[in-house]
């Protein structure tokens, strides 16, 4: 019992989510879980073991702390587990929004890297009509690429807020 209630209110069931670090928590929970296995076995053990108690007690014999015991086990144990698949469901939820913001950072970090490229190539307007054309093109490429950027951006930002 105490095993049980020392697991149930572990900090890591207990508290928070942190966002920094869902991949450090994702390791702590996979290790409390391989140390639950065998209070599981245990608790399995303790089940079978009341229950074939209670079957073969005499009709005389008061059972009913054993069956309270056992329901206490079998409680306990549930919130345990309980716990734990929904603290490993929120980690992995993390884990994967952390891997599409740090996707997200990168192609950003590319397209500044591709947009400053694109500004240092920018040359002073030409006299000539033929090259400064040429030139406004440019222009209105890099405008539009900064302008799909921008679109993008507004995007994941909704998409966030929305999250």
């Known amino acids: 019992m105490q095993e049980l209630d020392a ?9 928070a989510l942190k ?20 209070t599981g076995k245990r608790v399995d053990d303790f089940v079978s073991d009341c229950k074939l108690l ?13 069956d309270k015991t056992l329901q206490d086990v079998c ?27 740090e996707d997200a950072y990168k192609g950003l970090l590319n397209w500044l890297e591709e947009t400053e490229e694109m500004m240092e190539n920018q040359k002073p307007p030409a006299a ?10 440019a222009y209105d490429v890099l405008m539009k690429h900064i302008e799909d950027k921008d679109l993008r951006s507004e995007e994941i930002f909704d998409e966030r807020s929305i999250n």
């Open 19 to 38: 966002v920094a670090e869902p991949g450090t928590q994702a390791e702590k929970l996979k290790v409390l879980k391989e140390s639950l296995k065998n």
């Open 75 to 101: 409680d306990k144990w549930s919130e345990v587990s309980t716990s734990l698949a929904s603290k490993e469901r929120e980690v992995d939820a993390a884990v994967q929004q952390l891997g599409r913001y």
């Open 54 to 66: 209670i079957r073969t007690a005499g009709a005389e014999a008061d059972t009913t702390e054993l």
């Open 128 to 137: 000539d009509a033929k090259v400064a054309k040429a030139q406004m093109h």
């Open 7 to 15: 697991a149930r209110e572990s900090e890591l069931l207990s508290s």
